[in-house]
């Protein structure tokens, strides 16, 4: 069975960083397309970064050059540095494993950039 668990989310001030982590079981994340997606309040929930089985990357334009996604050491974590937040950046982030047409989503962790 697929789990997965999100943390590192927290309060943060504007220009802040934060690095979450996305911790699985029952996967290896290197062998599928994994992401991490947001969803704010009153908004509909969109794709921030994903990681392909290739090793090759994609950022939503808000977030390049600010957000890196990357797989730590074991195979079953991946992780979400987040330099330079803007207030609009406050949302639940998630993980998600896409295993052929099967989605697994974490439970989700609160971001909230504020002064």
């Known amino acids: 069975q697929v789990q997965l668990v999100e943390s590192g989310g927290g309060l943060v001030q504007p220009g802040g960083s934060l690095r979450l982590s996305c911790a699985a079981s029952?996967?290896?994340?290197?062998?599928?397309?994994m992401s991490w997606h947001r969803q704010a309040p009153g908004k509909e929930r969109e794709l921030v970064a994903l990681?392909?089985?290739?090793?090759?990357?994609y950022y939503e334009d808000s977030v390049k050059g600010r957000f890196t996604i990357s797989r730590g050491s074991a195979k079953n974590t991946v992780y979400l540095q987040m330099n330079s937040l803007k207030a609009e950046d406050t949302a639940v982030y998630y993980c998600?494993?896409?295993?052929?047409?099967?989605?697994?989503w974490g439970q989700g962790t609160q971001v909230t950039v504020s002064s």
């Open positions: 998600k494993v896409r295993m052929g047409v099967q989605d697994y």
């Open positions: 029952g996967v290896i994340f290197s062998n599928y397309f």
């Open positions: 990681f392909s089985t290739g090793g090759s990357t």
